[in-house]
């Protein structure tokens, strides 16, 4: 009996071992994706990134990658999630790589084995909570969710600093702007910041608080722009940046509380056509070379704490108080706290 | 209306059928021709949405349940959103045909001066986008920095005098964007009208006034009745300016729940469940059409048609013209200033200043790195063949359902206009269901916008021609065959340049709204089948306002150069749209 107990243990162990190697495969090197990405010949590629922008990084990548073509298509994370779901349901993968804002797609994609691991070297050197540890996720860049104001509305001094002040203090009824907390989205992100700092109970007010709702960040920042509203609590902040450097007559607040991570998520579906260059791609836009180019290009910050370089010479994230949320957190608590906020303000 | 025409309700079906039978083996090139026509558009309409309604029959993992039909009466919110959009409806029609049918009966009727610059202010402010004039509206009426509030404020200090964050703002929004549409019906059956009818009246004695009131009113009615439903399905399906008022004034319609649905996390069970009361409403809309106009006559095309008399109003013109140019200038003037201010401008957040006066947002098209030139090519190609394959298409149908006594027309009637309302967003994904895979493997091809546009657009000329035909006379028709015409022929000589005012009414109603097609688009294009409004929607996502509103303008005014286009090409004296 125990001979027999033995053995079912040694086979156990083989199996757990065997389970074990299958879980850290050995990580190719960006040649040898290369090489097998070759046979493939392109990769389809879709994101919120701007088609001039892409295009940058495409000619760098064919560059370095010859005969790897990269077929881009814009468009932002909502019809994006719409035709990714669409095509699943008619059996049919599209793209072979997605670069999504919405951590809630990604957590379920996950969930739901729709997504391929692709192992990332240099996990350390990444910003933590920006990259799934089994490999089916990876921020391809963060930006922090900045406030901002009107410098038409509100003179030098006026705009607030402080979250609990501009979500208590009457003076600020009527004058925020947000764009609507979706369910596990950025902007459930930017409401849990708000909620980190001034606890749960401000959600009860928030229909008095006369807070306009709007579709989409870059609805939010034209309010601010416009002059319409006073203030904003969370933007996407590379939007912010790039629309102050254009000149919009807007200025960026970093709260005393500190700022939520809205994170530029990559993903390779397991059905991927052409899996060898999606992991190609991604792995390469990882890499320094490709996290400073896009540093530069889209004006985001680099998820890896080693590139130095930062959108339009702003402050490096070391010097911002950043409160970092997994993207598991922000599903579970964003949603959460996303559908009592609908319920308090009548949606 | 002839024997032929009448739809013989009290005629048993067997014999109905019988008679149907014999038509069909009397004429095979007709009834080839009809077949046809039935099964395109039976296969472009119900087979998307076949697939949709199978999708709301079952679970996420595939089995067959009634529960999320149920669940569309106890979803949060979704009970509400549909009283919204009923009311919102509701108000936009009554308020359309407020503005409208003063306009178009003045434009028709009247000796009023420029009544030719009214047809084409009205077009524009139906072929300006609905996402893109809400814009406008916004930094119009934006309670705080919305200009008319500003100017109103810094003036005669009346603070937040209109809040586009409300429901009445929805309600103007989209009554101009849709008004146009009871304007264009409306007038086209009055173009269409043998004045004799109401020469006679006055011959007998009635005045201008009255003749109008009494006689050309009522024989238009089925052009009103059926461009209110129009205009209250259009309503009930409308997205853009619903998804970014709603926002602000926190509340839900029926579309932009369903959209919700479709997002964060995809729910395509609940959604598709939840789009169905729409093809309810679509058949509301049909029947009480049916009710209302029954057993009336309505033919007042026939072959000795002249231009009616105009109208004297005496001092009267100037309170009509006063009435005609203030819609104008609401509905045309203000947006469009305000999409060719912001066009003009470097950066729109910034004063209009000479220092901040640009026209780079106009040159930006011609980079190699956009998709304009691409978008620009391919929009004015999908909507010239949506266009023209609705008008073909709607000929032949309503011809089926007007002048045959062909069984199944109340089917063929429902699958022309059951996608009028529907929501783009909901149809899009039973295209892209129903054509990803073989033998209908046409995702990512332009060819899918073809069809998936046609089935969407096909109830606005599938409407305006029954209107057309409605009025029409079958004598002359009949004559032609006694001499010997052949179906066809006697339809493309002898009816259709009788109702041509009716057909470039459609041709150019669907060119206009195909042109300014975005929610299904959103989802079907891929490299290379980018669309105007695609490109538009792009550029507001990126934040540039500024090139948005340039190529507004630009699809603006490719909607007028095709207006133009038209009507040098029919060779038409003068426009009647």
Redesign the interface.
């Given at each position: 009996m125990r001979a027999l107990l033995r053995i079912l243990a040694g086979l156990m162990l083989s199996v757990s071992a065997a389970s074990l190697g299958r879980a850290q495969p050995a990580i190719p090197t960006l040649d040898q994706l290369y090489q097998a990405a070759k046979a493939e010949g392109q990769v389809v590629f879709g994101g919120?990134i701007?088609?001039?922008n892409q295009?940058k990084l495409a000619a760098v990548f064919q560059q370095r990658f010859p005969g790897i073509a990269i077929?881009?298509?814009?468009?932002?994370t909502?019809?994006m999630?719409?035709?990714v779901?669409?095509?699943r349901?008619?059996?049919?993968v599209?793209f072979d790589l997605l670069n999504l804002t919405?951590p809630?797609?990604v957590v379920?994609w996950t969930k739901q084995g729709f997504l391929a691991a692709v192992p990332m070297p240099d996990t350390d050197k990444m910003l933590p909570e920006t990259f799934d540890p089994n490999g089916y996720s990876i921020a391809l860049s963060v930006t922090p969710m900045l406030g901002i104001y009107s410098t038409?509305?509100l003179k030098p001094g006026e705009p607030p600093t402080s979250l609990k002040v501009l979500v208590t203090d009457p003076k600020w009824k009527g004058k925020v702007v947000i764009s609507?907390p979706?369910?596990?989205?950025t902007s459930s992100g930017a409401l849990m910041n708000v909620v980190n700092a001034v606890g749960r109970d401000f959600i009860k007010s928030a229909r008095e608080r006369d807070i306009?709702?709007?579709?989409?960040n870059?609805?939010a920042?034209?309010?601010v722009?416009?002059?319409?509203?006073a203030v904003s609590w969370g933007v996407s902040g590379y939007?912010a940046i790039?629309?102050k450097a254009?000149?919009?007559?807007?200025e960026l607040i970093v709260w005393d509380e500190g700022l939520a991570l809205a994170q530029f998520i990559g993903v390779v579906p397991a059905k991927a056509p052409h899996p060898n260059a999606a992991r190609l791609l991604l792995r390469w836009m990882m890499t320094p070379e490709g996290q400073e180019l896009l540093v530069k290009t889209v004006n985001q910050y680099s998820a890896r704490k080693d590139v130095a370089v930062t959108p339009l010479a702003q402050p490096p994230l070391s010097a911002l108080k950043i409160n970092a949320f997994s993207n598991e957190k922000i599903v579970s608590e964003g949603h959460a706290l996303a559908v009592e906020f609908d319920k308090a303000?009548?949606? | 209306m002839t024997a032929l025409s009448q739809p013989s309700a009290t005629v048993p079906i067997r014999i109905r059928f019988a008679r149907g039978v014999d038509a069909l083996r009397q004429e095979w090139l007709r009834s080839l021709i009809m077949i046809a026509a039935v099964l395109v558009v039976g296969g472009l309409v119900l087979y998307p949405l076949g697939i949709l309604f199978n999708i709301g029959l079952r679970t996420e993992d595939g089995a067959l349940t009634l529960a999320n039909y149920r669940s569309v009466l106890t979803e949060p919110g979704l009970v509400s959103a549909l009283i919204n959009s009923l009311i919102v409806s509701a108000a936009t029609t009554v308020l359309s045909l407020v503005i409208a049918l003063p306009m178009a009966w003045a434009v028709a009727r009247t000796a009023m001066p420029g009544r030719q610059l009214l047809r084409v202010a009205v077009l524009i402010a139906f072929v300006i986008p609905n996402f893109i004039s809400v814009i406008a509206w916004i930094l119009l009426l934006g309670p705080n920095a919305g200009l008319i509030n500003v100017f109103l404020r810094d003036t005669f200090g009346i603070a937040g005098a209109f809040n586009i964050y409300s429901m009445s703002g929805l309600i103007l929004v989209l009554t101009f964007s849709f008004y146009p549409l009871i304007f264009f019906a409306v007038t086209a059956a009055l173009d269409n009208m043998d004045p004799a009818y109401e020469e006679a009246a006055q011959m007998a004695g009635a005045s201008a006034w009255r003749a109008s009131l009494g006689v050309t009113m009522p024989l238009v009615l089925p052009a009103v009745l059926s461009a209110s439903v129009f205009v209250f399905l259009e309503a009930m399906g409308a997205f853009g300016a619903p998804a970014a008022i709603g926002h602000g004034a926190r509340f839900h319609t029926l579309t932009t729940k369903i959209y919700e649905l479709f997002s964060y996390p995809p729910r395509f069970e609940l959604a598709a469940a939840a789009a169905a009361p729409i093809i309810g409403f679509t058949v509301f809309g049909l029947l009480l059409q049916r009710v209302v106009l029954r057993g009336r006559r309505f033919t007042i095309i026939g072959g000795k048609r002249g231009a009616a008399r105009a109208v004297d109003l005496g001092r009267g013109r100037w309170l009509l013209s006063g009435w005609c140019m203030l819609v104008v200038f609401v509905s045309v003037v203000l947006p469009l200033v305000i999409l060719v201010r912001t066009s003009l401008m470097a950066r729109w957040g910034l004063a209009f200043s000479w220092q901040n006066l640009t026209l780079r947002n106009y040159a930006s098209f011609a980079s190699g790195s956009t998709i304009v030139p691409t978008a620009f090519l391919n929009s004015a190609l999908i909507s010239a063949v949506v266009a023209s394959a609705c008008v073909v298409l709607g000929m032949i149908v309503v011809w089926i359902v007007e002048r045959t006594s062909l069984p199944g027309r109340g089917l063929l009637t429902f699958a022309s206009t059951v996608t009028f309302a529907f929501p783009g967003v909901a149809l899009a994904v039973g295209f892209v269901l129903g054509f990803s895979a073989e033998p209908f493997d046409l995702f990512g091809t332009i060819w899918l916008f073809f069809i998936a546009f046609t089935a969407h657009r096909f109830p606005f000329a599938f409407m305006f021609l029954r209107n057309s035909v409605k009025q029409l006379s079958s004598e002359m028709e009949e004559a032609g065959r006694v001499c010997g015409a052949s179906w066809a022929r006697a339809l493309v000589d002898i009816s259709a340049p009788l109702i041509k005012s009716g057909l470039l009414a459609a041709w150019m109603v669907v060119f206009a709204v195909t042109l300014r097609e975005l929610s299904m688009a959103i989802l079907l294009y891929v490299p290379g089948t980018e669309t105007l409004p695609i490109a538009i929607y792009s550029f507001i996502d990126n934040g540039t306002f500024e090139i948005a509103a340039a190529l507004s303008v630009v699809l603006i005014l490719l909607s007028i150069a095709a207006m133009l286009a038209l009507r040098w090409l029919t060779g038409k004296a003068h426009m009647e749209l």
């Open positions: 919120a701007k088609e001039e295009q077929k881009y298509t814009r468009r932002s909502e019809p999630v719409q035709l779901e669409a095509e349901r008619a059996n049919r599209s919405e809630g797609d379920r038409k509305a609507r979706t369910r596990g989205g306009l709702l709007t579709l989409g870059e609805a920042i034209a309010s722009v416009s002059g319409e509203r939007r790039e629309a254009e000149g919009s007559p807007i303000v009548g949606m | -």
